[in-house]
């Protein structure tokens, strides 16, 4: 019995970013879900590794975030963790 031929897969046309919308309303939800996320991560690192280590390892990942984003958008980050952390003693 002689292998069956295959067709050759067709690519579909891919959304471009261009072609999505999203509001205003779910950006900052996403991103302050975000800023909650990096919160429970350091918290998590202190506790495996100690404040010391944790902070180390902090300032690594907000250098990477800033490469990645730019500056603005690590200092963004930063500005609603602490603004999360504010409500949460205050």
Do not use: F
């Not at 970013?17 to 999203?22: D, R, V």
């Not at 350091?42 to 590794?49: A, D, G, I, L, S």
């Not at 980050?77 to 999360?84: A, F, G, T, V, Y």
């Amino acid at each position: 019995m002689k292998p069956q031929k295959r067709e050759k897969a067709v690519p579909t046309e891919r959304l471009a970013p261009s072609n999505i919308t999203i509001s205003l309303e779910t950006i900052e939800h996403m991103k302050n879900c975000e800023a909650r996320e990096w919160i429970t991560r350091y918290r998590t690192k202190q506790k495996e590794v100690g404040k010391v280590a944790a902070l180390t390892w902090w300032h690594g990942t907000i250098a990477d975030i800033a490469k990645r984003r730019g500056q603005k958008g690590a200092d963004d980050l930063k500005q609603r963790m602490n603004r999360i952390q504010n409500e949460k003693s205050g």
